[in-house]
Nanobody
Framework: QVQPVESGGGSVQAGASLRLSCLVS????????VSWYRQAPGKQRELVAT?????????NYVDSVKGRFTISRDIVKNTVYLQMNSLKPEDTAVYYC?????????WGQGTQVTVSS
């Protein structure tokens, strides 16, 4: 059973940093692409960052977080991280970990990030 579980959210001031973690059971990270999405109140869910499967480190980011957020993975711990620096109030959202595997979509329960000015 594939199950992403997020942690690491919280409430911070603008300019602070947070690191989100996504422990994914039921898959091997080396073989699967994992993404972070976020959803702010009243807005559609937005793709934030993706780390591709395979031996290389191939990542993609939405323009609004480039240079501030970094996605990474620990294959041994089967965990994907989202390091978020220089946080802004507009980063406030529920952050979700997502895996597409075997023709199915798997979402975590989400973790709240709140950034105050």
């Amino acid at each position: 059973q594939v199950q992403p579980v997020e942690s690491g959210g919280g409430s911070v001031q603008a300019g602070a940093s947070l690191r989100l973690s996504c422990l994914v059971s039921g898959i091997r990270l080396f073989l699967n692409t994992v993404s972070w999405y976020r959803q702010a109140p009243g807005k559609q869910r937005e793709l934030v960052a993706t780390i591709a499967s395979g031996s290389g480190i191939r990542t993609n980011y939405v323009d609004s977080v480039k240079g501030r957020f970094t996605i990474s993975r620990d294959i041994v711990k089967n965990t994907v991280y989202l390091q978020m620096n220089s946080l802004k109030p507009e980063d406030t959202a529920v952050y979700y970990c997502y895996v597409f595997q075997g023709g199915d979509n798997y979402w975590g329960q989400g973790t709240q990030v709140t950034v105050s000015s």
